[in-house]
């Protein structure tokens, strides 16, 4: 067994290097054998690259915070030495009018130049009908009876599936195992429709938001992309408003939750006083593969149904009505590496028949997009005490490892994105994370399956429906898709969350 989860793990590749031009050995083939391991080791090195990129992000962001309230300390210990006299039109009235004048423009500069507070309001996640929900033996029945796959695929689903961590009520549209099934427009539109509408309905009920209140609108979905856009097909349904800023995300994956989230958190600060709405899924119809080849195969055993809707603002009233407050938001894209470039990506087998393909690099390269991705965001996050001791050694004791700061003293709460059981036990295990910040997306994984960039809001969700969010709670959302990309953000509870009315965990 053990040797077998270390075959699961390692894989060898040859690498041919072409014919010696020289020596004893000219005109023999030269190669070298190289042993790949599932996921890098992301607590045995850092990248001070990445740490110095962490550091000026806090600078940069931190500069008004530090520097007005200086000033304003320095002008109001100048008031402070003024008698009334000196404010008496007898004496020097120009004098006093003038520093007034200065203090309440510093005090404009540090309301308007530092970047606004961003404040989640609340958030939906849709649940499909029960009619939809099917077992992983249900699974394999349909599969084999569509007559879509050959005996070889239908094995190699049966093992995927029985150690994917996926349980038997996740969600799939059936229309996939129909016979000859070509993902079309069609499905791909309904199945869109059915997701948005009924997140954004539980959104707009819950937050009692008018849809022409809302003056951004992002959505993200990974490879169905129409005309027109899936944001059209919103703003049509719910009549938003003619000056609307719509933005239609695609082909980004799974982390284009986050992607969204940066967006939107911009143009509410171009925007200040104002609500985004951000919609995240990925339409399962349209990813479905109908052929043999393994690597394409893999989606269909993890990908299913599910949208998140969120509505973000960034009018200050908003924060004694909102559950979080968007604290950091770190993104870290891998692209100009070819391998990372091509660990997942959309194509065509020998046959025509297109999917998503997904090498098996996809977990060493994952590994290295996010241990970039933490060491950017470890100065931001992490307690004073942990980057003291991490500079410490890196500057007096340069000959051993580098102090590894612990993670989990920045957040009482981790939700990773749970594409596979695989996946999610590699990272519990590098960084060294307890079953209690597994939970999560564990459970979703197991109760939804992968609904890709909406995954990480069903697993706050149910840290909600468990009532574990506290008042300053911090918790931090972690997704990795192609690209290769991965992304963090950070959300600090505002309140206690109490148990939600509506939830997709609540029967």
């Known amino acids: 067994m053990e040797a077998a989860r270390e075959q699961e793990i390692i894989s060898a590749e040859i690498v041919n290097k072409g014919i010696e031009d020289s020596g004893p050995y000219a005109g023999s083939l030269n190669f070298s054998v190289r042993v790949r391991h599932g996921l890098p080791n992301l607590l045995s090195s850092v990248n001070l690259k990445y740490v110095k990129l962490g550091y000026g992000y806090l600078l940069s962001h931190g500069f008004y915070?530090?520097?007005?309230?200086?000033?304003?300390?320095?002008?109001?210990?100048?008031?402070?030495?003024?008698?009334?006299?000196?404010?008496?039109?007898?004496?020097?009235?120009?004098?006093?009018?003038?520093?007034?004048?200065?203090?309440?423009?510093?005090?404009?500069?540090?309301?308007?130049?530092?970047?606004?507070?961003?404040?989640?309001?609340d958030f939906a996640c849709y649940r499909p009908p029960n009619q939809l929900k099917i077992s992983k033996e249900e699974f394999m029945v349909l599969a084999r009876k569509s007559g879509n796959f050959n005996e070889a695929?239908?094995?190699?689903?049966?093992?995927?599936?029985?150690?994917?961590?996926?349980?038997?009520e996740t969600y799939l549209p059936r229309t996939v195992f129909r016979p000859g099934y070509k993902p079309n427009l069609k499905d791909g539109r309904e199945e869109a429709a059915m997701v948005f509408f009924g997140a954004i309905d539980d959104l707009l009920a819950?937050?009692?938001?008018?849809?022409?209140?809302?003056?951004?609108?992002?959505?993200?979905?990974?490879?169905l992309n129409t005309t027109p856009s899936l944001s059209s097909m919103i703003i049509n349904h719910y009549k938003l408003k003619h000056n609307i800023n719509n933005f239609n995300l695609g082909g980004m994956g799974c982390a284009a939750g986050i992607i969204a989230i940066d967006l939107a958190r911009d143009l509410l600060i171009a925007y200040p006083g104002s609500y985004a709405l951000v919609v995240s899924t990925e339409v399962v119809s349209h990813t479905w593969y109908n052929g043999n080849d393994p690597d394409m195969l893999l989606p269909n055993c993890f990908f299913r149904?599910?949208?998140?809707?969120?509505?973000?603002?960034?009018?200050?009233?908003?924060?004694?009505?909102?559950?979080?407050?968007?604290?950091?938001?770190?993104?870290t894209h891998k692209g100009m590496d070819n391998r990372s470039f091509k660990?997942?990506?959309?194509?065509?087998?020998?046959?025509?028949?297109?999917?998503?393909?997904?090498?098996?690099?996809?977990?060493e390269e994952g590994g290295h997009a996010l241990k970039a991705n933490i060491t950017t965001l470890g100065p931001l996050v992490l307690p004073f005490s942990e980057q003291f001791h991490f500079f410490k050694n890196l500057l007096f004791r340069k000959k051993t490892k580098p102090y590894i700061p612990d993670y989990k003293l920045a957040f009482e709460h981790i939700c990773i994105l749970g594409t596979s059981k695989k996946v999610l036990d590699e990272i519990q295990k590098n960084l060294e994370l307890t079953q209690e910040y597994m939970e999560a997306s564990r459970k979703t994984l197991e109760r939804f399956g992968n609904t890709s960039s909406s995954s990480?809001?069903?697993?706050?969700?149910?840290?909600?429906?468990?009532?574990?969010?506290?008042?300053?709670?911090?918790?931090?959302?972690?997704a990795y898709g192609s690209g290769f990309k991965c992304n963090s953000v950070v959300?600090?509870?505002?309140?206690?969350?109490?148990r939600p009315k509506q939830s997709p965990w609540f029967d």
Not at 82 to 111: E, M, R
Not at 215 to 222: A, P, Q, R
Not at 309 to 322: K, V
Request: charged residues 20%.
């Open 305 to 331: 149904m599910g949208a998140a809707a969120l509505l973000l603002s960034s009018c200050r009233l908003d924060r004694w009505r909102s559950k979080y407050q968007l604290k950091q938001l770190v993104r």
């Open 343 to 363: 660990a997942i990506h959309l194509k065509e087998d020998a046959e025509g028949r297109q999917g998503l393909s997904v090498s098996k690099e996809v977990i």
């Open 456 to 478: 990480v809001w069903y697993e706050l969700a149910y840290l909600e429906a468990n009532k574990r969010m506290k008042r300053g709670d911090r918790v931090w959302q972690i």
């Open 491 to 498: 959300w600090k509870a505002l309140r206690n969350v109490g």
């Open 206 to 223: 819950a937050t009692k938001i008018r849809p022409k209140d809302i003056k951004i609108l992002v959505v993200n979905c990974g490879v």
């Open 65 to 121: 915070l530090l520097t007005a309230p200086l000033l304003i300390l320095i002008l109001s210990g100048g008031i402070a030495k003024l008698a009334w006299n000196d404010f008496c039109p007898k004496y020097d009235l120009t004098l006093a009018l003038f520093i007034i004048g200065l203090l309440s423009f510093v005090i404009y500069l540090y309301l308007h130049l530092i970047a606004r507070s961003i404040y989640l309001v």
């Open 153 to 168: 695929a239908l094995e190699f689903k049966q093992q995927v599936m029985k150690n994917s961590g996926i349980g038997d």
